[in-house]
Each structure stands twice: as structure tokens, then as C-alpha cells.
């Protein structure tokens, strides 16, 4: 810095002008603005003797990507110091500001002193001190600082912020990139609340560092008084762990951890958690034993290639109600599954295997199926002169069951497929293909739907021919702002099932007719169970689009079987040989608002079989919505669960900072019983945040009795 200085002044006083600005092209060739200063100011004096630059009016010295600024400097050639006076400004490197009255640096601005310091961090977090001492480019020593993220009021800068950190002493180190301090007090309004005599946190150029986070403090009608007080901990740029210990009242100890881990090719998450507690029978009554409960999951993938990848998803519990109790999981069924997989273009492959576990009282264990092995294959080819496209579908498939039914199956589909769109704008497209499904079953089901039925072992097979085309008519017209469309559609289908008629079925025992497979060629929703017989589907969709991008859509529609064996049963809507009529509509004039609205009417006295509707209205800081479901006694024969249940969340902004948001489930069934529901009240500003909860589950199963639990949390950013 000294060398280029005095090349400065050089270039400075031959040019004898104010105010005074050297640039680039005033230096020697090998100029380095990384190790070299800028120097411009209003006014620049030299003084020969004593050696001594002193620049005055909007001083600026650029070294680096450090930039210093002030009202006046002094620069001393022969001790390479620097004495900035008035307003300075020194922007660092790494973002932050500091502010100062009077400073002196040497080292090219690296070290010195600073008097009456104030720092203004990436985050917008704010630090003060009486003095400072820059020990090197990295290390920072302050005097009685003050540290604080919380803006300052704005009808009182004097008034203390909502919290604040005054200590002794405090150090900054930025190769560690921490700070930290000495003899500290927590102020909340002033008010000193909590004394440490040394703690630290990363700086805001940390992304990731390890520490506390935020605890929950609860109390829960089946665990009692509790806390979790989280700490996580960066093992290294590629992984991290989670440690989250519970204590509570009632059931003792809890722990959890989660282990995070990105590798080159891809990365992984695992989670579980253990306890040790009393035994309980099925009513929940302690049997005098204790036991270990817990759980395992884990999720990742990695790529092999560009085009195969493999991976894995499990999830498992000790107990079936643990996950429950200590609100892990709200499922009733675990999947686990390891894969690998090939996607290039529109062309996969993929061989997985299967494991459940169910939860539910009624679940036996040894007729929960596992599957050592499926493959998957799809192929879609090229488009052909005309537009068509081959495709073939490959599906293979082992089923096995210590108490049951094992089930092998190997399927394949040929397809052909050609859209066409004529020149009046009518939509055609013809689909034909031909399937052949082969089963291997051990102790097959004679009714499936009926695990007391007789059991036989054969191989059984059949040929599927299908042939379909789908033909729609879509009408558009302007009408001011508003595009309004009527789009007829028609499809016809024909199938048949030439070959044997008792073929295992696994994978299509429940069935739902409703507006999303209105058309198709198989409304099932696997392979096992095949819909014969010719049929017509038909339907109108009516659109209205605003230029705004507004839009109300309506789709009505209802199938014809005309001949063949129709396999659908009762309370399907398919049984007979006109469908019942199912409907959607959704209406979303605004961005704040959307209804849906889903219907299936009997076809002989329009009575509603299914009824569903969905809306939510709102912005992102205020909103509500609404959930109703309806499926009728009859429905249930196809696999379904008689349900009606309403369902409503929302989230309402009561003031700067603070909200309230809930949730309510109702189960209007059998005269209708509440199900869960949940209440919170939050504070979140730039500094500080809490929230107190309050949820209540009314569900009873086995040792899981209705509950009702309050949890507190609190955060003081950026501590947590």
C-alpha cells in the first residue's frame, strides 16, 4: 500500500487540480487492484517533510474489496498509518459495514483501532461498541458491545428494542466465522433477564453451524409436562445430525435423531427414535413390564447415470400406535421400497421391491403381503410419417404372504396409438392394443373380497384385444373479455378378456367412478381386474376464461354399456347399463379464491352417491379453506369406507407480526363425533418469534386414548 500511495501522490501533484482523482490509467502497467489502493477525495495535500497525505471532502480508499470512507484522513508514509475522522464508513469483504467516529488502521486497512463502533451485519443484524481493536484482517476485539436483530422503534430510536445482548467483551472471527461473548446479559425491554458468562453463535455468513434450536416446551394429557431441546450438529460440508431429546412427566425419556448426508451422485436422509416405557395391553392398562418403542425411516437416491438411478424409502415402527402417541405419523400403513429405475426420453424401467406394515386393529400381519420383486417397463416410440406411435408396456410381478394368497404375475401390452386433428378442428384419436396376462397362484382367494373362501394353486391366463377412439369437438367464441368454450367428447370402447375368468386380483379390490377416469379404456386402477364389454363415454366441457386469467370450467358426463360382461359391482356407479353421471366444476374468478366441486349422481333418481367440494379463499397471510366429502353406504361395496367428514384450516393476520391459525376435522357419520383439532397463536418479527399451541385428538385405538396437549415455542434470531 505504501509503494503505490507515494505513486500516487506523484501522479496527483503533477496534476494540479481539485478535486483530485487517480485512476487506473494513472499507474504503472501492473497495476493490481486487488493488492493496490484507489485514493480520491475532494482535496488532497501533501506535506514533503513529515511525509504525510491528508485527504478532506468525501474521501474514499478502495484497497481490494475493502472500501473505506470519510470526511477526512490523514495518511502517514513513514508508519503506514491511516487516521480516518468523521462519518466513516468501512465496507468489508464479506458484506458487512462498520461505522465509526474516529479510526486508525494500518496493513492495508487490515489492523488498528476504532473508537465508538457500530457494525451492520449481511443479515441486518446490529452491533455496537465503545472501542474496537482490529488484531489482524480476520480477528475483531470490542469494548461493552451491544448486539442486537431487532429494528429500532420508530416514534423512539432511544427506546430499548424488544431483546438485546450487552457484553463485556465480544470477538468476531471471521476465518472461524463466529462471535463470541464475554459476561453477557439478555435484555428483553430494557429489562435484564438471563446472565452467561460466555456463549457465541455464527456469524450471518454461516448457511450451517452447529448449536441449539429452538426447544418446545408442551403439556399433553398422555405424556404430561415435556420439553425438546433440539441440537444440531454440522459434521462436515456433506452431513449433518439432528439430536432431539424429550423429557417428559409421565413417560420419561424420548429420543430422536435425523442424519442427513448428500454424496456425489445424490443424498439421503434417516430419522428415528427410541424410548423405553411401561408396557401396555391393548386397552392401555400396564402389564408391570417396560419395553423399548420406537421407530426407523429413511429416504434417498443416486444417480448411477445419466439415465439410471436407484434408491430407497422405509419406514417402520415397533408398535402400532407409537407413532401416534408421540405425533411421528398420522399413517395407518407403512411402505418401504428399494428401486432402481431408468428414465431416457419417454422410455422407463424400474425393478422394485415391497414391504408394508399395517396399523390398524384389524390387521393381520402374516396376510400383509411383501413384494420381493416387480418390474416395470414402458416404451413409447417414435412418431411414424403419420403421427402414430407404438408403445410396449411390460409388467412382472411377485407377491408372497406367510398366511394367504402368493401371487406371480407377467404382463404385456402392445399398443398403437394416431391423434389426428382435422381441418374444421375436430380431435380424433384411435388406440388399439392387445394384452396377455399369465398368474402363478399359491392358495388363491375363490372370492378375494372374502378370506374365509375356499383357496386353490393354478396357472391361469388371457388375451386382452382392445380398440378405442375418442372424438371432441371444442367450440370457441369471444365475448368481450371472456373466452367461452363448449367441448363435446365421445369416446368408444370395446375390450374382452378371452381366457380364464379367475385370475388372481390384488391390485384392484377397491374402485371409485368419478370425472378423472370418466374416459379410458380400464377404469380399474391395476392390472388384475379388466373392464369388458363395448361402451360409449361421453361428456361436455363447458369454460369460460377471463383475460385476467380468470376461468370457470364445468365437465358433466356418464357411460354407456352396451353389450358384454360388465364386471362392476354394486354400488360402483357402473353396474348397470347406464352410469350414474358424475360432474366437476371449479370456479376461480381471482387468485384469492377457488372452489371445486365434484359430484356423482344416481342415474335413476339423481340421488347424490358421492359428494366432495373443495375451497379456499384468502391471500398468503390470510386464508381459509373448507372440506366436505361424502361417500354413501352403497359405494362401499366397491372397496371403499362409508365417509362424511368436513374438514377446515386457516390462518388469519391479527396485527403487525401476529396471527392465529386452526384446523377442525368432523367426522358427521353415526351422529357425528370430532375427530382433531388444533389452535395457535404466533409472533414472528425480525428478531424474535413464539408461539403457543393447543391440539386436541379425540381418536381412540387400543393404548392411544383422546388427548389434549399445549406446546410453546420461542425463537431469538439468529440464535435459532
Not at 521 to 543: H, K, M, S, W
Request: net charge negative; glycine share 8%.
Amino acid at each position: 500500500m505504501r509503494r503505490h500511495l507515494v505513486q500516487l501522490l506523484a501522479s496527483t501533484f503533477l496534476v494540479a487540480t481539485a478535486p483530485a482523482l487517480v485512476s487506473a490509467q494513472q499507474v504503472e502497467k501492473d497495476f493490481d487492484l486487488a493488492k493496490e489502493s484507489l485514493f480520491s477525495a475532494d482535496n488532497i495535500s501533501y506535506d514533503r517533510e513529515n511525509e504525510q497525505v491528508t485527504a478532506i471532502g468525501n474521501v474514499e480508499i478502495v484497497q481490494g474489496e475493502r472500501v473505506l470512507k470519510a470526511d477526512r484522513v490523514t495518511y502517514s508514509v513513514r508508519e503506514d498509518q491511516i487516521v480516518a475522522k468523521g462519518n466513516i464508513v468501512l465496507l468489508e469483504p464479506t458484506g458487512e459495514v462498520l461505522f465509526a467516529d474516529e479510526i486508525e488502521l494500518q496493513n492495508e486497512l487490515k489492523t488498528g483501532a476504532i473508537r465508538d463502533i457500530r457494525v451492520l451485519f449481511t443479515d441486518n443484524s446490529r452491533l455496537a461498541a465503545q472501542s474496537a481493536v482490529r488484531v489482524d484482517e480476520n480477528s475483531t476485539v470490542m469494548n461493552n458491545a451491544v448486539f442486537s436483530t431487532c429494528a429500532l422503534c420508530e416514534e423512539d430510536k432511544n427506546a430499548a428494542p424488544l431483546w438485546q445482548v450487552k457484553a463485556r467483551k465480544v470477538k468476531h472471527d471471521k476465518a472461524e466465522k463466529q462471535i463470541t461473548y464475554r459476561d453477557a446479559v439478555m435484555e428483553f425491554y430494557g429489562v435484564p433477564v438471563l446472565y452467561t458468562p460466555y456463549f457465541s453463535f455464527p456469524d450471518p455468513t454461516v448457511d450451517r453451524k452447529s448449536g441449539f434450536l429452538p426447544p418446545t416446551i408442551f403439556d399433553s394429557s398422555f405424556l404430561g409436562y415435556g420439553a425438546t431441546v433440539p441440537y444440531y450438529y454440522v459434521i462436515s460440508d456433506d452431513k449433518d445430525l439432528t439430536i432431539s431429546p424429550t423429557m417428559t412427566s409421565k413417560e420419561g425419556g424420548h429420543l430422536a435423531l435425523e442424519y442427513r448426508q448428500a454424496v456425489e451422485r445424490g443424498d439421503y436422509t434417516l430419522d428415528g427414535s427410541i424410548t423405553y416405557v411401561d408396557e401396555r395391553d391393548s386397552n392401555g392398562v400396564k402389564t408391570g413390564r417396560e419395553e423399548f418403542q420406537g421407530h426407523v425411516r429413511g429416504v434417498g437416491e443416486f444417480d448411477l447415470d445419466d439415465t439410471w438411478a436407484w434408491g430407497f424409502d422405509f419406514f417402520a415402527t415397533s408398535h402400532d400406535t407409537y407413532l401416534d402417541k408421540y405425533d411421528i405419523s398420522n399413517e395407518d400403513s407403512l411402505t418401504s421400497t428399494a428401486y432402481v429405475q431408468g428414465l431416457r426420453g419417454r422410455n422407463y424401467t424400474r425393478l422394485s421391491a415391497y414391504t408394508f406394515q399395517g396399523l390398524k386393529a384389524e390387521d393381520v400381519t402374516g396376510e400383509t403381503p411383501f413384494v420381493p420383486a416387480w418390474l416395470e417397463y414402458s416404451y413409447v416410440g417414435e412418431p411414424t410419417r403419420l403421427g402414430a406411435r407404438y408403445s410396449l408396456d411390460v409388467d412382472a410381478l411377485t407377491l408372497v404372504r406367510t398366511e394367504g394368497q402368493d401371487t406371480n404375475r407377467v404382463s404385456v401390452k402392445g399398443g398403437w396409438h394416431l391423434p389426428y386433428t382435422s381441418p374444421s378442428g375436430q380431435v380424433l384419436s384411435l388406440d388399439a392394443s392387445l394384452r396377455g396376462d399369465a398368474y402363478y397362484a399359491l392358495d388363491q382367494l375363490e372370492d378375494p373380497y372374502d378370506t374365509s373362501s375356499e383357496t386353490q394353486s393354478q396357472f391361469t391366463g388371457r388375451v386382452i384385444p382392445s380398440l378405442s377412439m375418442k372424438w371432441s369437438y371444442p367450440f370457441v367464441r369471444q365475448a368481450g373479455s371472456v373466452r367461452q368454450l363448449i367441448e363435446p367428447v365421445v369416446e368408444g370402447v370395446w375390450s374382452e378378456s378371452l381366457g380364464s375368468k379367475e385370475t388372481p386380483n390384488e391390485d384392484s379390490l377397491s374402485f371409485e367412478f368419478d370425472d378423472t377416469n370418466l374416459f379410458g379404456d380400464n377404469r380399474f386402477a391395476g392390472l388384475d381386474a379388466v373392464e369388458e364389454g363395448t361402451r360409449v363415454n361421453y361428456g361436455v366441457n363447458f369454460g369460460f376464461y377471463g383475460a385476467e386469467g380468470g376461468y370457470t370450467t364445468l365437465l358433466v358426463g356418464q357411460t354407456a354399456h352396451l353389450a358384454g360382461d360388465n364386471r362392476f359391482g354394486e354400488g360402483s356407479g357402473l353396474e348397470d347399463r347406464w352410469s350414474d353421471y358424475v360432474a366437476r366444476l371449479e370456479i376461480q374468478p381471482i387468485d384469492y379464491f377457488k372452489y371445486t366441486h365434484r359430484i356423482r349422481l344416481d342415474e335413476d333418481d339423481l340421488e347424490l352417491a358421492r359428494n366432495e367440494i373443495e375451497a379456499l379463499v384468502g391471500t398468503e397471510e390470510n386464508w381459509l379453506s373448507l372440506g366436505y366429502v361424502r361417500i354413501g353406504d352403497e359405494i362401499t361395496n366397491a372397496g371403499l369406507e362409508k365417509r362424511q367428514e368436513i374438514f377446515t384450516q386457516g390462518r388469519v393476520k391479527l396485527a403487525d407480526f401476529w396471527s392465529a391459525y386452526g384446523s377442525y376435522r368432523r367426522d358427521l357419520t353415526d351422529g357425528g363425533r370430532s375427530v382433531e383439532a388444533t389452535f395457535g397463536l404466533e409472533y414472528l418479527d425480525e428478531c424474535f418469534g413464539f408461539a403457543i399451541e393447543g391440539q386436541r385428538s379425540f381418536t381412540r385405538d387400543r393404548d392411544v386414548e383422546p388427548s389434549t396437549s399445549i406446546g410453546f415455542r420461542i425463537r431469538l434470531l439468529p440464535f435459532n
